[in-house]
C-alpha cells in the first residue's frame, strides 16, 4: 500500500537555525516528489518538487530513493518560515497521497 | 485569474441535513479533486474527476456526491450530514500535459464544516 509518513507533528527552531522535516515513503514505481506549504490564512500551495532540483525560499529536497526519503532542509530558518508543511508522492495518471504533515514553528 | 474558487468557507449543520459545497476554477484544468483534511491526518481523497462528465471515488467517498457538468465546476454534496463529516474541506485543480496530470495540484481556500 502506498504511505507516506512525517514522523514529527510539530517541529520547534529558532530563527536562523537549521531546520530538516523528514518524509518517508513507501510507494509502487518510481513516484515523483512534491512538498507543499500552507502559511497561515493562505491557501496549500506547491513549495517544490524534486524534478525541478530547484531551491525555494531557501529549501532544498533531496530524493533517497534508497531510504525512501524526500526530507526538506533550509539551512537558516527564519520567522516567515513558520506553516504546515506536507510531503506528497505522486504517480502520474494517479492522485496524490499526502503525508499527515508537520508544523514548523519558528522560534525568534 | 481567481484560481480555485470555493464556498461557502464555513458552514454549521445539524446531523441529517443536506449541502452542497461549491468549486470552480478559472484555469480551464481537467483535473479536480475533493479533499478532506481532520487534524493529524493529512489530506484525505474524496473524489476526483479528470473531466467534464467523468467522477471517480477517491479514498473516503462514503456519505458524499459529486458531478462534473462542465470543465469550471466540480460541486460536491452531503446527504444526512454525520459529526463524522466535520472537517475542513478542499477542492484543487490540476492541468494536464503529454503524460496526463501534471502533479502540481492548485487549491482553494478550504471550507470548514461542522456537524452538530
Known amino acids: 500500500a502506498q504511505r507516506v509518513t512525517q514522523p514529527e507533528k510539530l517541529l520547534s527552531v529558532f530563527k536562523g537555525a537549521p531546520v530538516e522535516l523528514k518524509c518517508n515513503y513507501s510507494y509502487s514505481g518510481s513516484p515523483e516528489l512534491f512538498w507543499y506549504v500552507q502559511y497561515s490564512r493562505q491557501r496549500l500551495q506547491l513549495l517544490l518538487r524534486?524534478?525541478s532540483r530547484e531551491s525555494i525560499k531557501g529549501f532544498t529536497a533531496d530524493l533517497n530513493k534508497g531510504e525512501t526519503s524526500f526530507h526538506l532542509k533550509k539551512p537558516f530558518a527564519q520567522e516567515e518560515d513558520s506553516a504546515m508543511y506536507y510531503c506528497?508522492?505522486?504517480?502520474?495518471?494517479?492522485?496524490?497521497?499526502f503525508g499527515p504533515g508537520t508544523r514548523l514553528s519558528v522560534l525568534p | 485569474n481567481a484560481g480555485v474558487t470555493q464556498t461557502p468557507k464555513f458552514r454549521i449543520l445539524k446531523i441529517g441535513q443536506s449541502m452542497t459545497l461549491q468549486c470552480t476554477q478559472d484555469?480551464?484544468?481537467?483535473?479536480m479533486y475533493w479533499y478532506r483534511q481532520d487534524p493529524g491526518m493529512g489530506l484525505k481523497l474524496i473524489y476526483y474527476?479528470?473531466?467534464?462528465?467523468?467522477?471517480d471515488k477517491g479514498e473516503v467517498p462514503n456519505g458524499y456526491n459529486v458531478s462534473r457538468s462542465t470543465t469550471e465546476d466540480f460541486p460536491l454534496r452531503l446527504e444526512l450530514a454525520a459529526p463524522s463529516q466535520t472537517s475542513v474541506y478542499f477542492c484543487?485543480?490540476?492541468?494536464?500535459?503529454?503524460?496526463?496530470?501534471?502533479?502540481?495540484?492548485?487549491f482553494g481556500e478550504g471550507s470548514r464544516l461542522t456537524v452538530l
Open positions: 524534486h524534478i
Open positions: 484543487a485543480s490540476s492541468r494536464t500535459s503529454g503524460r496526463g496530470n501534471t502533479g502540481e495540484l492548485f
Open positions: 484555469m480551464n484544468h481537467n483535473y
Open positions: 474527476s479528470v473531466g467534464a462528465g467523468i467522477t
Open positions: 506528497a508522492p505522486f504517480n502520474y495518471g494517479q492522485n496524490f497521497v
